[in-house]
C-alpha cells in the first residue's frame, strides 16, 4: 500500500476506535436509551411508535459524523486523495465504530450489566439490535453503522454547496422534529389544525412532512449557494446602509414574533423563555467581566444570589424587616421602587468583590472568585445571617409582580414580557458600552494590562467598573427570579449557575451579545424544553463545550476579533493583499 | 512618506520661550532590583523639542531608566521632574495624562483590537464620555466618537500607515507597519514627551531610514520633544542632538553626537569594539 493510503486506514481505524468508544459510553450512561424513546419521524399512517428516534439518529450521527470527517481530512488540497479512498476509509471507521458498539451488544446480552451499569437492560439490547436478536441484530448494527460512516464520506465527494444544501435539510429536518413540543402547542395556539394534522402524529414528525421539508430546505440552500442566486446577490451589492435596514427589518421581525409567542402558545414555552430570560441577564453581565475585560470571574452567581435576596428582603412582608418598601409604598410598586436599590447594592458588590482581587489575573482571580460564589452561597444558608435572610429556608412570601398597565402578574410564565424587556435592557446596555471609549478602555485591559496602563487607562478604576456594570446586570437577573419564584433560598444559587453561565459565552462567542443570545437559548431553553436533554445536561454542556473549542474556539458568532486571534493561519492567508501592500509601504 | 500632515500641532511647543528650559530633570535616579543597580546615580536633562538618545551595551539599564521614567517602575531613590511636575508617586495613566508617551522594544500592541482601536485607546486620556453617558447615548458622546475617529484617522496618516488598515486587526500588519501604529497610539495621547524604546529594532536600512524620517518629522512639525533608545549607531548619530552614554548602569558620558564619537571611554565602553574590529 501506498504511504498515503496507509496512514489514511491507520487514522480511520483510530478514529472507528473513537466512535466505538463514544456510542458504547452512550449507551452506558443511559443517553441512547432515553433517547430512543423520543420518536422524531412517525411511521407509516402515523400510527404506532415512530420508525426513527432521536436514539437512533444519534447512534448513526456519531459515525456519520466520523466519516465526514476522515473523508473531509482525505479530501483536502494538501492530500487530495482519491474519492474511493476516503470513501472507504469512511466506512472503515463506521465499520469499526459498529463492530466495537456490536461486541457491546453481545456482552450485554450475555452477562447482565445492569448492576453496575442501571442503564444496560435488555430493553437497550432490543434497541441496539433493532429487535432483530442476539445473531442478526449487531450485523445489522455494523452495517448500519459502517454505512453511516460510507455516506459521511460521500458526502464529503460532493462540492460544498451541494453538501451545505443537504446537511442543512437533514439538520433542519431533525431539529423540526426534535422541537415538536414546542411547535405543536404553537400551531395549536394558531388554530392551523390543517397544518398541525400534517406535520405532526403522535409518533413525531410525519414522514411527508420531512419529505416536504427536506426538500424545501434542500432545494432553498441549493439555490440561495448557486453561483448567481438573484437574492443573494441583490442582498450583497445592497450599500451597507440598506443591508443594515434589512438586517434590522429581520430583526424586528423576529422580536415581534418572540413577543406574540406566549399569546399563541402553552405556558410552558413562556416558562421557559423566562428561564431563557434570566440566563441571557447573567450572561450578559458576566459577558462585561469576562468578554470585554478579560477579568474570569467564576463566581458570578453570587450577584445573582445578592440581587434576589436583596429584592426579597426589601419587599417580602415576611422577611427579616418586614418589606419596608413594601410597607411604604404597597405591593403596586414595591417592586419597582427596589429595583434601583438593588442595582445600587450590587454594584456596591461588584466593587467590594473587585477591590481585593484588583492585583490578580487570568488563572489566580478565576480561583478566588470561584470562592467569592461559595462563599455567597453558604452565608446566605447559614445559622449566622438566619436573622436576616432566613437561613436554609430562604425568604419567603414575596408579593406578585405589578405591572403599570397590564396589572398583577399571577403565573409565574406571565413573567415573559417583563424579563424580555429586562433582557432587552442589558443588552441595549451592553452594546452601547462595548462601542464606547469605556468598551475599548476594557478590551485594552483584556489585551495587555500594564500597557493599557501605560496608555492612560486607569486600570483600576476599569476593572471594578467592570465588575459593578457586570454585577449590577446578574443583579437585576437576580431580582426578577425572586419575584418570578416568590422565594428565595440559598439552593438556587449553586457553582453551576456560574458555569452555565460562561458556558453560554463560550458557545456563542466570547464578547458579542448576539452569540450570548443563541448561547443562552441552546444551553438553557433546549434542555429545559427537551426533558431528555434535561437528564443528560451536564453531559451535553461538556460535549457541547470539547466540541467548540475543537472545532469552533471563537464560538457560534463570534466577533472580528475573536475569530482573528484563534485561526491566525487562516487569518493570514485569507489576506494576501495586506501582507503584500504592507511589504510595499514598509 | 507622502501623507498629507493636518494633525493639530501641540502649543507647548510652539512657543519660542518653551524652547528655553528642559523638559525632564531627572537627578540622582538609582533603581536597584534585590541586589542588582540597574541605575545608579543618573542625572540626566532633556530640553524642550529636543531630540536626545540613550545608547549603552546590552543590559547597561536603558531600558529601566525607560520605565522609571514612564512611571512603570517606581525608582529606588532619585527624582524626576516632568514639564515642571515632580512625578513621585504618579501612576503610568497619570503620566500619560501630563504629556508623556511611550512604545516599546518588543512591540506591545493591543494585538486583537482593529489598528484604529489601537489608537483610539491611545487617545483616552483626551476623551471625556464616561460610561453613563455612553449608555444613554448623548450627542456629546457621539461627537466626541466622531472626532477622535477621524483625528485617530490623521494619525495613521502622520504616521504613514494606510487608512485601509483602519479595521484590521493590529496583529495582522507587517512588522515595520506595527512600529509606526505603536507610535501612532502613543501619539494619540498628545504627548508634549515622546519616548521611542529601539524604534528601529528588527528593520532593514530603507525601513530604518524611513523611520529616521518620521522621528524627525514628529519633532519638526508636532513640535515634540523625542527620547531614543537606540542601538543603530547610524540612527543615533544622525538623528540625535544629545546623546546620553550608560554603562552597567551608570551615566559614562553625555554630549553632542560628535563629542560621543570622540569620548575614548564610550569608545572604551561601546564604541570601542566597533573601532577595533
Known amino acids: 500500500m501506498e504511504p498515503l493510503a496507509r496512514a489514511a486506514v491507520r487514522r480511520a481505524i483510530l478514529v472507528g476506535g473513537v466512535v466505538g468508544a463514544a456510542t458504547v459510553y452512550m449507551c452506558m450512561v443511559g443517553l441512547v436509551g432515553a433517547f430512543a424513546a423520543r420518536p422524531l419521524i412517525a411511521g407509516v399512517g402515523g400510527e404506532g411508535p415512530g420508525i426513527v428516534t432521536l436514539g437512533l439518529v444519534m447512534l448513526a450521527a456519531v459515525p456519520f459524523l466520523a466519516g465526514m470527517t476522515v473523508a473531509s481530512r482525505l479530501r483536502s488540497a494538501t492530500t487530495n486523495a482519491s474519492g474511493a479512498l476516503a470513501v472507504g476509509c469512511a466506512a472503515l471507521s463506521g465499520l469499526v465504530g459498529g463492530v466495537l458498539l456490536a461486541a457491546f451488544t453481545l456482552i450485554a446480552n450475555a452477562v447482565p450489566l445492569n448492576g453496575v451499569f442501571i442503564p444496560v437492560t435488555p430493553t437497550l439490547v432490543d434497541i441496539l439490535t433493532f429487535e432483530q436478536g442476539p445473531v442478526v441484530g449487531p450485523i445489522l448494527l455494523t452495517i448500519v453503522a459502517t454505512v453511516a460512516g460510507a455516506i459521511g464520506g460521500a458526502i464529503q465527494l460532493l462540492d460544498s454547496r451541494d453538501r451545505r444544501a443537504i446537511l442543512s435539510g437533514i439538520g433542519i429536518v431533525l431539529l423540526l422534529a426534535l422541537l415538536k413540543p414546542i411547535v405543536d402547542p404553537i400551531l395549536a395556539g394558531l388554530e392551523l389544525d390543517a397544518v398541525r394534522d400534517f406535520l405532526f402524529s403522535a409518533g413525531g414528525l410525519s414522514q411527508a412532512a420531512a419529505a416536504l421539508t427536506l426538500a424545501l430546505v434542500v432545494g432553498l440552500s441549493w439555490a440561495w449557494g448557486r453561483p448567481a442566486a438573484p437574492l443573494r446577490d441583490r442582498m450583497r451589492s445592497m450599500p451597507a446602509e440598506h443591508r443594515r435596514r434589512v438586517g434590522l427589518a429581520l430583526a424586528a421581525i423576529g422580536i415581534a414574533a418572540l413577543l406574540i409567542l406566549p399569546q399563541i402558545s402553552t405556558g410552558f414555552v413562556s416558562l421557559v423563555l423566562v428561564n431563557v430570560g434570566f440566563y441571557l441577564m447573567l450572561a450578559l453581565g458576566l459577558n462585561i467581566v469576562v ?31 418586614d418589606g419596608p418598601i413594601t410597607a411604604l409604598v404597597g405591593p403596586e410598586w414595591a417592586f419597582w421602587l427596589a429595583i434601583p436599590i438593588v442595582m445600587l447594592v450590587t454594584a456596591l458588590v461588584g466593587i467590594l468583590i473587585g477591590a481585593p ?35 436554609p429556608n430562604g425568604v419567603v412570601g414575596l408579593p406578585n409582580l405589578h405591572l403599570p398597565v397590564l396589572g398583577e402578574l399571577t403565573g409565574p410564565g406571565e413573567y415573559f414580557y417583563p424579563v424580555m424587556a429586562f433582557a432587552a435592557f442589558a443588552a441595549f446596555v451592553a452594546w452601547r458600552l462595548s462601542n464606547s471609549r469605556t468598551g475599548r478602555a476594557w478590551n485594552a485591559l483584556r489585551e495587555d494590562e500594564s500597557v493599557a496602563q501605560a496608555t492612560g487607562v486607569n486600570t483600576t478604576n476599569y476593572k471594578l467598573l467592570a465588575f459593578a456594570l457586570g454585577g449590577t446586570l446578574g443583579g437585576l437577573s437576580g431580582a426578577l427570579f425572586a419575584v418570578q419564584l416568590r422565594t428565595v433560598f440559598p439552593g438556587s444559587f449553586l457553582l453551576i449557575v456560574s458555569i452555565t453561565v460562561l458556558a453560554i459565552i463560550i458557545l456563542g462567542g466570547m464578547g458579542t451579545i448576539r452569540g450570548v443570545i443563541v448561547g443562552a437559548l441552546i444551553l438553557v431553553g433546549l434542555p429545559d424544553a427537551l426533558r431528555e436533554f434535561g437528564e443528560y445536561r451536564f453531559l451535553v454542556y461538556g460535549a457541547a463545550l470539547v466540541a467548540m473549542m475543537i472545532l469552533r474556539p471563537e464560538g457560534l458568532f463570534p466577533s472580528k476579533t475573536r475569530r482573528a486571534e484563534l485561526h491566525e493561519d487562516v487569518d493570514v492567508d485569507d489576506r494576501p493583499q495586506l501582507a503584500a501592500s504592507g511589504e510595499a509601504t514598509a | 512618506m507622502t501623507a498629507p500632515v493636518t494633525t493639530p500641532a501641540q502649543p507647548d511647543g510652539e512657543e519660542p520661550d518653551a524652547q528655553q528650559g528642559m523638559i525632564l530633570e531627572v537627578r540622582g535616579l538609582t533603581k536597584r532590583f534585590d541586589g542588582l543597580v540597574a541605575n545608579k546615580d543618573i542625572d540626566f536633562d532633556i530640553p524642550r523639542r529636543s531630540i536626545v538618545s540613550i545608547i549603552g551595551p546590552n543590559g547597561a539599564g536603558k531600558t529601566t531608566l525607560f520605565n522609571q521614567i514612564s512611571g512603570f517602575f517606581e525608582p529606588t531613590e532619585g527624582t524626576i521632574v516632568f514639564d515642571g511636575i515632580p512625578l513621585g508617586g504618579l501612576a503610568p495613566h497619570d503620566v500619560v495624562e501630563l504629556g508623556m508617551a511611550r512604545t516599546y522594544q518588543n512591540i506591545r500592541l493591543f494585538q486583537n483590537m482593529t489598528v484604529i482601536g489601537n489608537v483610539l485607546v491611545g487617545h483616552h486620556v483626551r476623551m471625556k464620555s464616561q460610561w453613563w453617558q455612553a449608555i444613554l447615548g448623548l450627542r456629546s458622546v457621539r461627537e466626541e466618537e466622531e472626532r477622535s475617529r477621524a483625528y485617530a484617522l490623521e494619525l495613521l496618516d502622520m504616521v504613514s500607515l494606510s487608512r485601509r488598515y483602519a479595521e484590521d486587526l493590529a496583529k495582522n500588519l507587517p512588522y515595520g507597519d506595527q512600529r509606526r501604529l505603536e507610535i501612532a497610539r502613543a501619539l494619540a495621547s498628545g504627548p508634549k514627551l515622546l519616548l521611542l524604546d529601539e524604534p528601529t529594532a528588527g528593520m532593514n536600512p530603507m525601513e ?24 543603530d549607531m547610524k540612527v543615533v548619530m544622525g538623528v540625535s542632538e544629545r546623546i546620553t552614554v550608560l554603562d552597567y548602569g551608570e551615566k559614562i558620558a553625555e554630549g553632542t553626537p560628535q563629542e560621543i564619537r570622540t569620548n575614548p571611554k564610550v569608545i572604551e565602553a561601546y564604541l570601542g569594539k566597533q573601532a577595533t574590529a
Not at chain 1, 293 to 305: H, P, R, T
Not at chain 1, 308 to 313: K, S
Not at chain 1, 358 to 387: H, K, P, Q
Request: aromatic share 10%; glycine share 12%; proline share 1%.
Open chain 2, 208 to 231: 530604518t531610514r524611513q523611520m529616521t524620517d518620521l522621528i524627525a518629522k514628529l519633532r519638526r512639525e508636532l513640535g515634540l520633544t523625542i527620547l531614543l533608545i537606540e542601538h
Open chain 1, 357 to 391: 482581587v484588583l492585583r490578580l489575573r487570568g488563572d489566580y482571580l478565576a480561583i478566588v472568585t470561584l470562592g467569592f460564589g461559595e462563599i455567597a452561597r453558604i452565608l446566605f444558608g447559614s445559622d449566622a445571617l438566619r436573622n436576616w435572610v432566613g437561613g
Open chain 1, 291 to 321: 468578554g470585554y475585560a478579560g477579568l474570569l470571574d467564576l463566581g458570578y452567581v453570587a450577584f445573582y444570589a445578592v440581587g434576589a435576596y436583596t429584592m426579597a428582603i426589601l419587599i417580602s412582608p415576611s422577611s427579616s424587616l
